[in-house]
């Protein structure tokens, strides 16, 4: 399976969802749960609202994108189908209005299957979405309800069964090993009936626990156990073993497709596209800048209510005072340096099966990886944790050097 990168000047557009029935014991990411209707209402209103500010003349950030194909958007959470599928089409329709959408437009939605119908599922398909992403993690009930989960494995396979009837022919399932209590045995079971629902995609990533999260308390305290890191290797290994097995390709770290159904979007991220983040705590990257939309409901809700405020909040810039009100307030706008690009792009690119494309990498930087990272390289080469392919076009980790790829990147950056 070949994988291009994508060179036109297509935008990819992320919309954040920041709502949730009920926080997983291991979830650290900017959702919350208790939304009202109304609230729910009034945040898709603000992200209208956003969606019209990058459609209008502003300033060079708006001009540059104002008007651009979009060939990927991705609408994620939180928990995206706890929004009425009018709400969905009001997004898409305003995407449409203000940028240049065509049918090829991968539009993928997240959902979560215990709140997903064949109705909703019906319905967002005939709004435009064509990728489905549900957040299935397992399929036994001990696991499931371990990681808080609201979703029986009857709901996973319904959701499927659902969205196959409304038409979807590009599902993805997120499944998660190292769960408290999993074990080789019950992984490789989820697997298998992850497999026999026939995704097109699977993501499959390990529990991380976060300071701060109930898990993080319950680990601390011995509450809860994780398998031990060999095991958890191990699954990894079964994981990608059994994903080989069954006709996938593992063209990231912890994501495998069939052919030709990686998922757009996120081969933006790991190719330095642009991409423009919509919403609540929504990141941005545009014209080499990194944009951090405001982490606050309040401050969001004010600063997409207010429009001429958010052409001030352009303004404002990543580390100014923590006083200046901007910064709490407001979009955050950081230029990333020629090097910090180049950094970033070398720590996404090894997390892709086939590596740095070296001359993609020149193209943009005017310079090959080795002529920034070359003593660093040539030790990692050494050590067998780095590799070209046939025809030294990419610079990839080995299976050796993906079990180590922190210490890689370390040893890198100090080179
Ligand atoms: S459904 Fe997803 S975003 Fe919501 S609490 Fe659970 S893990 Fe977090």
């Known amino acids: 399976m070949t994988i291009t990168s994508n060179a036109s000047n297509a935008l990819g557009i ?5 709502f ?52 990927t958007i991705f609408i994620g959470g939180g928990t995206p189908s706890l929004l009425e599928a009018s709400e969905i089409d009001r997004l898409l329709g305003a995407l449409a209005r203000n940028f240049k959408l065509n049918t090829a437009t991968e539009i993928t939605i997240e959902a979560n299957p215990g ?13 435009g979405v064509n990728r489905l992403s549900l957040g299935a993690q397992s399929f036994y009930a001990n696991e499931l309800m371990i990681l808080g989960r609201v979703h029986s494995a009857a709901d996973v396979r319904q959701a499927v069964a659902d969205s196959r009837a409304a038409g979807f022919d590009n599902i993805n399932l997120d499944l998660m090993f190292g769960i408290p209590g999993q074990s080789l045995k019950t992984w490789g079971d989820t697997l298998e009936q992850a497999f026999s629902l026939q995704p097109e995609h699977l993501s499959f990533y390990s529990l991380e626990i976060e300071d ?17 890191p060999e095991t958890e290797r191990q699954m990894y290994y079964e994981a990608r073993w059994r994903l080989e097995s069954n006709g996938f390709e593992v063209y990231e770290i912890s ?9 757009r979007h996120n081969l933006k991220y790991w190719t330095m596209q642009e991409y423009l983040g919509i919403g609540l705590g929504a990141h941005s990257y545009i014209g080499r800048n990194r944009l951090v939309n405001p982490t606050e409901m309040s401050a969001y809700l004010a600063m997409v209510e207010q429009p001429d ?15 200046d009100k901007k910064t709490q307030d407001y979009r955050m706008r950081q230029p990333n340096t020629e090097a910090d690009d180049q950094s970033d792009y070398l ?17 943009r930087y005017s310079v090959y990886p080795e002529d920034i990272w070359g003593a660093g390289i040539r030790r990692q080469l050494a050590l067998g944790r780095l590799e070209y392919d046939a025809d030294r076009s990419c610079l990839r980790l080995t299976m050796k050097g993906r079990d180590l790829m922190n210490q890689v990147l370390l040893d890198l950056f100090d080179s």
């Open 255 to 263: 994501n495998a497709a069939r052919s030709g159904r990686q998922c």
């Open 212 to 228: 701060g999260t109930p898990f993080g308390a319950a680990f601390a305290t011995g509450q809860l156990q994780a398998p031990c």
């Open 14 to 18: 992320y919309i954040h969802i920041p």
């Open 347 to 363: 720590f996404t690119g090894l997390r892709l099966t086939r590596g740095l494309e070296r001359a993609h990498f020149h193209n």
């Open 309 to 323: 405020a958010v052409g001030e909040a352009m303004t404002a810039v990543r580390g100014s005072p923590a006083t």
């Open 20 to 71: 949730c029935i009920q926080k997983c014991g291991y979830c650290d990411f900017l959702s919350f749960t208790g939304s009202s209707r109304g609230d729910r209402k009034r945040y898709v209103d603000g992200l209208l609202e956003e969606i019209l500010y990058w459609g209008g003349e502003h300033d060079e950030l708006a001009d540059s994108l104002r008007g651009r194909p979009v060939d």
């Open 115 to 127: 709140t997903i119908n064949r109705e909703q599922t019906a319905s967002y398909r005939s709004a």
